[in-house]
């Protein structure tokens, strides 16, 4: 669970917070740590060396949910990121569509992987990133992602901010 649940998707309050993080503190180095609220625990950032993550909207529980209404909520959410992407995209162009699949099939086989997309996996954001950069003068990158953790859990559209580029691993580099 996240800090956003049981909160109505707002389009304006998300954009705002994903502009606000390109202004945002990042640690240089350092382990990566996600906090909690202090009260319910519920995920509300993680920073690691280079990034910051935010949930922006967390989506009802699926328990119980089938189809048609389960097929209403993945839509629901994927409406949600592309309404961001559209509007963030006439701020910075087009963006691009990084795939984790690499780094996440070489995590789940117990290797080694970016602290970014560890920090991703971590809070079960596997879904494709949604990528400008860079988009500030510092040299900043920021993407969007929508994750679903099991049949259960609901759907979390999250932002991050990161001062490396985010790319692509190719499925023959070295480790992540």
């Known amino acids: 669970m996240t800090c956003r649940a049981g909160e109505a998707f707002d389009a304006e309050r998300a ?24 009260a319910t625990g519920e995920w509300t950032v993680t920073v690691g ?3 910051r993550i935010v949930p922006l ?3 009802d529980p699926l328990t119980g949910v089938y189809a048609p209404e389960w097929n209403d909520a993945e ?11 559209r509007v963030l995209g006439d701020r910075w162009g087009p ?3 990084v ?17 970014l997309f560890e920090a991703l996996f971590a809070e079960d954001l596997y879904g ?3 990528v400008w950069g860079p988009v500030a003068a510092g040299g900043r990158w920021i993407g969007l992602t ?4 099991d049949g259960d859990a609901p759907l979390v559209l999250a932002a991050l901010v990161s001062e490396r580029p985010i790319t692509e691993p190719e499925d023959g580099d070295g480790p992540l």
């Open 128 to 130: 494709d990133l949604v």
């Open 75 to 85: 839509e629901a959410a994927e409406a949600h990121l592309a309404v961001l992407a």
């Open 99 to 115: 795939r984790p699949h690499v780094p996440l099939m070489r995590w789940q086989g117990g290797a080694p992987v970016e602290p």
């Open 49 to 51: 060396a280079g990034f």
């Open 15 to 38: 954009v705002a917070e994903v502009t606000g993080l390109l202004a945002a503190p990042v640690p240089a180095d350092g382990p990566t740590a996600a906090e909690g609220d202090p």
């Open 146 to 149: 929508l994750g679903h953790s």
């Open 57 to 59: 909207w967390e989506g």
């Open 95 to 97: 963006h691009r569509t």
